[in-house]
């Protein structure tokens, strides 16, 4: 019995033993595993502060993904995306080159678009096609003042007593006053290619000659003493397409006119009053005498 009581504590002191060495080691195990845990903590830490935040990434990521678009939006995107970028506009005008004459006005019924010889048929640039407007527009007005001055310088001697048929009169106006007219007409017309014509490139005639400038519509020099020139792109294609109008009537007149004193060297009023009497019944050379023109 007694040894078998010195046999029992002795094991319980083992036990007891064995319990404080498991306890022991088991709570240094703990201590190194915490301490590797605060180590690799701090040296995560330290790496992510030079590493881009995964929740701003996350964020932008998900605001800067586009959201699905519907088949209507996707064509209207494709469309604006193939629509040519818009053109300035010109006194309310802007090259269209799907239009006769790439939409400038002037077509009138009932000929409507007529171009028989096909100065602005397909295929022609638009620079040409504004010279020619240019062309016709200035030949128009040089037109119209050349048909009042035909009856006015008939009817009325003037400062230099130029008389007879007006084709005859330049001729009887004295040099200076020729020469003076000359370096007038010249002026205007410098005034005028500087400002519709781009400047002249000598190392590049091609790209340069007879070129106008791109924000220059046709004809208009800013001249308008009387303030005729309306402010509106439908009320301007009007007015321009009366002026082309009238100017076209007054290039075919005048040239009729100056044909007609070239053949019979008559003023335009005698010449109307000849053939009056000749569509009349009358003699238009009962009241001539011999050897008198008339």
Known sequence: RLYSKRNVATK??????????????????TNITNMKLVIISAAISAASAFAPSATTS???????????LSD???????????APAPVATINGWAPDPLLPCFGLPGVVAPTGFFDPLGFAQTGISLNDVKRNREAELMHGRVAMI???GYFAGEFVSGPFNAVGPANDQLQQVPFPVVLLL???????????????????DLGNWNKTLWTLRENYYPGDLDFDPLGLKPTEPKDFATMQ????????????GVAGMCAQELVN????????????KVYGGSDPYAMCGDMVVC
Not at 72 to 82: G, P, Y
Not at 267 to 276: A, V
């Open 58 to 68: 996350t964020f932008s990521a998900l605001h800067s993904a586009p959201e699905p």
């Open 241 to 252: 397409t009366r002026e082309l109008q009238n100017g076209r009537l007054a290039m075919i």
């Open 12 to 29: 319980s002191s083992n036990i007891e033993a064995f319990q404080l060495y498991h306890n022991s080691t088991l709570k240094h195990l």
């Open 182 to 200: 000359g370096v007038a007409i010249g002026s205007v017309e410098i005034k005028r290619a500087q400002r519709g014509w781009i400047e002249p």
């Open 146 to 148: 050349a048909s009042i």
């Open 72 to 82: 209507a939006e996707e064509i209207a995107a494709v469309e604006e995306a193939a």
């Open 265 to 276: 060297h008559r003023t335009i009023m005698e010449t109307f009053s000849f053939y009056s």
